[in-house]
């Protein structure tokens, strides 16, 4: 089955060289589990370094689809979904640049789909995963995780991973029209899967934290707690008040 690689990069010049060295070999090739590179979107998210210009040689590539920044780029949330309507696959496998859970990894994904799931998410936090970070980032991971379970209901260990495939028409309806098209845009696909009454399957992966990872978990989690209670008023509590009235 088809896939489309999508990947939203923001000042990423150090990082980009690597990334097209790891996947351009794999384009048109098998990547296991019956799936098929087939495209790679790539989707500038407002970079103000040598990033645009990196990513225009890359658009000649057979198979490369590039997305210049728009002048309303909004975040991460926003470029996954301009790279998901730029899909031509069945199957959307959403990556970031550095590649810290590898493509290899789909494979696990791609068996959750064929074991009936519509949405398969990798993780960082059930038992079988294999994740080489720093002990305070899987803290604060956690901590944040332990925030979005407990005000969402989602049952999800692991919502920021990253890491998720899908069908291509799910992708794009489910990011549709982002309430929170930044960093916790996560949360907002698995919340509206969730009212959609699509199975969502967490699958362990392996999992290298990149050492030059842009989040900056203090300044960025504020930001994103703020974000997830912005989606239980709109998505859980203002639906649970019209169903009761």
Request: glycine letters at 8%; a positive charge.
């Amino acid at each position: 089955m088809g896939v489309s690689l999508v990947v939203p990069v923001r000042n990423e010049e150090s990082r980009l060289k690597a990334f097209v060295d790891a996947v351009g070999p794999l384009v048109g090739q098998s990547l296991g589990a019956g799936l098929v590179l087939r495209q790679v979107v790539v989707i500038d998210d407002g970079s103000t370094d040598s990033t645009p210009a990196a990513l225009q040689v890359l658009a000649s590539r057979p198979g490369w689809t590039i997305l210049a920044a728009s002048s309303n780029s909004r975040g991460k949330g926003d470029a996954v979904a301009r790279g998901a309507q730029s899909a031509s696959a069945h199957l959307v496998l959403v990556s970031d640049v550095d590649l810290a859970a590898p493509l290899s990894e789909a494979t696990k994904l791609a068996e959750a789909l064929n074991d009936g799931a519509i949405i398969a998410v990798g993780s960082r936090d059930l038992a079988g995963s294999n994740v080489a970070a720093p002990r305070s980032r899987k803290a604060v991971g956690r901590a944040f995780n332990s925030f979005v379970r407990a005000t969402t209901a989602l049952a999800m260990r692991d919502t920021q991973c990253g890491f998720k495939l899908m069908p291509t028409d799910v992708a794009r309806t489910l990011l549709a029209a982002l309430l929170v098209p930044g960093l916790a845009y996560d949360v907002e696909l698995l919340m509206r899967a969730r009212a959609s009454g699509y199975r969502v399957a967490e699958v362990p992966i392996n999992y290298r934290h990149g050492e030059q990872s842009q989040v900056r978990p203090i300044v960025h989690g504020a930001v994103m707690g703020r974000d997830v209670l912005r989606l239980v008023y709109h998505l859980r509590l203002v639906p649970a008040l019209k169903r009761s009235n």
